[in-house]
């Protein structure tokens, strides 16, 4: 799948692009930071404000009539690893969210039928990142709410069933579909978190059983996309079957190893300043796609690249004003708008 402007996916791309004059309006400026405002969390339901809708839902697009719950997910986590408060939000948006839950554990796509009602019209852009990172999230942010840990046990169900053995990757829905290495990146990276957190392994011990080991998934990353942690920068392949070469999927496919600690250490800081020497320059210049991918942000202030982190939240503006943007990259603004905000001085004694 993908977007997030990195999970912002091809399908979602290419929408996006044809819906981008349609839906692009003016939106106030997220303005610095003062130091009224660092001395208090931010507060997200406002920061959100332009995606967010009385009855929880958040859009993809601002003031939009369109809801894909990965993209949402991915805005809250993003927010919420930088260290914003997202509880408020992500329960109104998750109790919002489950009445459309599938028995079976998935979620569709959603969009505004009329002045209020909501209607599923169509798959969601990739059912195996998105069962992850729902009870990834409903973990780290909601870990006490029983209704929702309900809903991931079926979520992670589901997950179960998009695992093909004889292949050892997750194809992104039930039926032959797709198989993204980027979303094989997020599910470990989610399963590694959730088998971390002695609550959640408690919680989900059946289902996270029936799921795959890290050895056996990081061997169908090396199988099936050829990717080599000590190898080249990019996977052979962003998906099975292969896709043309572009921006997204291929060069944005290494960044999920960052965001989701497959790349670390000394070799994550190696390999970073490699991708920044071969698209760091295009990319921060707004002209590597349509989206100004925060996620890349993202991932370069995971690996200490503040700079780079500070240089893409100075340039949102233009494309924020320009409508070259959605709930993902919204996320990682209010994220590194908290992340980077200057430290406060304790007052002279």
């Not at 927010?79 to 919002?96: I, K, N, Q, Y």
Request: proline share 7%; glycine share 8%.
């Amino acid at each position: 799948m993908r977007l997030d402007t990195g999970k912002a996916r091809q399908a979602l791309a290419s929408m996006c692009c044809a819906l981008a004059g349609a839906l692009s309006i003016g939106y106030p400026t997220l303005a610095t930071a003062t130091a009224a405002d660092q001395a208090q969390p931010m507060q997200s339901a406002i920061l959100f404000a332009d995606f967010i809708l009385p009855d929880g839902a958040i859009t993809v697009f601002p003031k939009g009539d369109y809801v894909e719950p990965y993209f949402a997910l991915k805005a809250l986590l993003a927010a919420h690893r930088l260290g914003v408060d997202v509880t408020d939000l992500t329960s109104s948006f998750a109790h919002w969210l489950l009445p459309f839950q599938q028995a079976n554990g998935p979620f569709p796509r959603i969009c505004r039928s009329g002045a209020t009602d909501w209607v599923a019209c169509g798959p969601a852009d990739a059912d195996d990142s998105l069962d992850a990172l729902w009870c990834l999230l409903a973990a780290e942010v909601l870990s006490g709410d029983r209704v929702l840990a309900a809903s991931c046990a079926r979520s992670l169900d589901h997950l179960a069933t998009l695992w093909n053995p004889a292949q050892q990757t997750f194809h992104a829905r039930s039926g032959g579909s797709p198989a993204y290495f980027a979303d094989n990146v997020e599910v470990i990276g989610a399963l590694n978190t959730l088998r971390r957190d002695r609550s959640a392994t408690a919680r989900f011990a059946v289902q996270l059983a029936a799921l795959p080991i890290g050895a056996s998934m990081l061997q169908g990353l090396q199988r099936n996309y050829g990717y080599d942690q000590n190898g080249a920068l990019e996977p052979e392949r962003a998906s099975v079957p292969p896709t043309p070469y572009g921006f997204y999927p291929n060069a944005v496919a290494p960044v999920y190893l960052w965001l989701y600690g497959l790349r670390t250490g000394t070799s994550g800081e190696r390999y970073w300043r490699v991708w920044m020497e071969r698209y760091g320059q295009k990319w921060l210049a707004g002209a590597s796609d349509h989206f100004p991918w925060g996620l890349i942000a993202w991932a370069a202030y995971q690996t200490g690249d503040l700079a780079t982190a500070r240089t893409w939240l100075e340039n949102s503006d233009a494309w924020r004003a320009g409508g070259r943007w959605n709930i993902v990259e919204e996320g990682v603004r209010i994220g590194l708008t908290n992340a980077l905000k200057p430290a406060l001085t304790p007052p002279p004694s």
